[in-house]
């Protein structure tokens, strides 16, 4: 599979859904080695770079647990304000320090376009962690993963995505992700403030995604096989008031999903949660964010190794 090596990750849409479910494959042939450290040969010498100018918890420890599983060293930083950035530094000229000490780079950051830029500027493979409000094409490859995990296909399912939709990068490359499987139904749950964008919509219209918008989770719950909860944006929003209008708008709560739910509906989230899913909901069977999460760790790894020609 000659495309995977050296390839930049900045969109969603730059995957076919071949390609997506060859890397689900290699997701699953690592998921049973990774942790007994047979693979730590995959990626011996390598070195990858974390630059994460904006906060994150899962998307950077799991790529830098996927790197060292994999053998791996990684460098970098989590915050811009212990780097030369703060001393005014710009972007491209971190981009291209990173490009020579090290064979790959994750970025996220905070500005629409910068893994893109990134990528233009390094020679080295760029891979988006998240761009501003834009895109996250890693976590729309590890919530695929998961729903093929629990359901064994990705197609043929009813599908709520629920929240901010506007401002949640996670939920667009979810969307994004899905028009290149065929779900048999998308519901876009959010109010009217929180829709998705202009730019979004045509996305999603253009690749004939099966959708339809409504303000209650209540009405479609009872159809859905999977539900992605989101988390309001707030750092994003360029009015404030508007937050204020829409903050606790929805929350999902053990009780409703016993009132309507399938016995089988799974939740996911791409986390941090603030109050949107009610913690009674955690132990029970709906509950799939925290394998989510974990599965962040073989899909980044397979995505790794991929691009650097290990696998
Ligand atoms: C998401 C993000 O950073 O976009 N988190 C993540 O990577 N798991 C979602 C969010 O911050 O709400």
Redesign the pocket.
Same mark, same amino acid.
């Given at each position: 599979m000659a495309r995977w090596l050296g390839r930049d990750v900045v969109s969603i849409l730059d995957f076919t859904r071949d390609e997506l479910l060859d890397l689900f494959e290699a997701a699953s042939g690592l998921e049973g080695v990774l942790e007994s450290g047979r693979a730590r040969r995959l990626l011996e010498g390598k070195i990858v770079s974390l630059a994460f100018f904006?906060p994150?918890t899962?998307?950077r420890l799991s790529f830098e647990a996927a790197a060292k599983r994999l053998g791996a060293e990684t460098i970098g930083f989590t915050a811009a304000e212990a780097t030369s950035i703060a001393k005014g530094e710009n972007l491209a000229d971190t981009v291209r320090m990173l490009d020579g000490y090290s064979d790959l780079i994750v970025i !996220?950051h905070r500005y629409e376009g910068a893994a893109l830029y990134a990528a233009e500027i390094a020679e080295k493979p760029v891979i988006n962690?998240?761009d501003g409000r834009q895109h996250?094409p890693t976590?729309a490859m590890l919530d695929l993963y998961t729903v093929n995990r629990l359901y064994g296909t990705v197609d043929g399912l009813v599908y709520g995505v629920l929240g901010d939709l506007r401002y949640?990068?996670?939920a667009t490359s979810f969307l994004l992700a899905l028009t290149r499987f065929k779900p048999k139904m998308v519901y876009l749950i959010s109010p009217p403030l929180l829709r998705p964008r202009e730019e979004v919509y045509m996305a999603l219209r253009q690749q004939g995604l099966p959708f339809q918008e409504t303000e209650s989770l209540e009405e479609v719950l009872p159809e859905l096989d999977v539900l992605y909860v989101? !988390?309001i944006?707030r750092e994003r929003f360029p009015d404030l008031r508007d937050y204020e209008k829409v903050r606790g708008s929805y929350r999902v709560t053990l009780d409703l999903l016993q009132r309507h739910a399938k016995p089988e509906l799974k939740v996911l989230h791409?986390?941090?949660r603030v109050d949107e899913i009610d913690y009674r909901v955690d132990g029970s069977p709906y509950q799939a964010y925290f394998l989510q999460a974990r599965l962040g760790v073989p899909v980044r790894a397979a995505l790794l190794a991929k691009i650097l020609g290990a696998w």
């Open positions: 904006e994150s899962r998307t !996220r962690a998240g996250h976590q949640g990068r996670a989101t !988390r944006q791409p986390l941090p």
